[in-house]
T-cell receptor, first 111, second 111 residues
């Protein structure tokens, strides 16, 4: 089945690290994505990871993938107020470009 | 490229009226997706097209919803008749290689 779960809310202080977690169910997913949605806007791709990788780092962003547990996380180092947004993880279904999104995690950064 | 263009950005209508949402994907993208976002259900995939052909419409909530893609540069999502529970933000997205590019969304309010 297709189901992607995330916690709904995370609050951190500016300068701290944020970790947003996601679990998915389809073991045949080829790519896993993190999207960011700012208020009143569409979703923008932040980063993605191939399913055969364990980790990907991109500046302040670190993606960890535990394929055995079907667990994906996004770590944002030195979180800034501009990082306040809703973060969605998504899995792509094998052999298609169909993306299934999680429920989204609202990240609130306190100054 | 201007990105994925959606119109209208906002629509307020009365129950029973027909609503047509429009989308122009990024030129060269052969996949087009329609998503609906609500507080209660998060981001739901309604339907997607590949090379203008509908591939999976299992997310379309009921017969009141229909989507067409008459050519590679235009798609519509129609709701007839509309109901208050259709109030949501409707996103169109397109992709060529897996990275989804989203439009800014059409916010629909049905009174």
């Amino acid at each position: 089945g297709e189901d992607v779960e995330q916690s709904l809310f995370l609050s951190v202080r500016e300068g701290d690290s944020s970790v947003i977690n996601c679990t998915y169910t389809d073991s045949s997913s080829t790519y896993l994505y993190w999207y960011k949605q700012e208020p009143g806007a569409g979703l923008q791709l932040l980063t993605y990871i191939f399913s055969n990788m364990d980790m990907k780092q991109d500046q302040r962003l670190t993606v960890l993938l535990n394929k055995k547990d079907k667990h994906l996380s996004l770590r944002i180092a030195d979180t800034q107020t501009g990082d306040s947004a809703i973060y969605f993880c998504a899995e792509s279904m094998a052999a298609t470009n169909k993306l299934i999104f999680g429920t989204g995690t609202l990240l609130a950064v306190q100054p | 490229d201007a990105g994925v263009i959606q119109s209208p950005r906002h629509e307020v209508t009365e129950m029973g009226q027909e609503v047509t949402l429009r989308c122009k994907p990024i030129s060269g993208h052969d996949y087009l997706f329609w998503y609906r976002q609500t507080m209660m259900r998060g981001l739901e995939l309604l339907i997607y097209f590949n090379n203008n052909v509908p591939i999976d419409d299992s997310g379309m909530p009921e017969d009141r919803f229909s989507a067409k893609m008459p050519n590679a540069s235009f798609s519509t999502l129609k709701i007839q008749p509309s109901e208050p529970r259709d109030s949501a933000v409707y996103f169109c997205a397109s992709t060529q290689d897996g990275e989804l590019f989203f439009g800014e969304g059409s916010r629909l309010t049905v009174l």
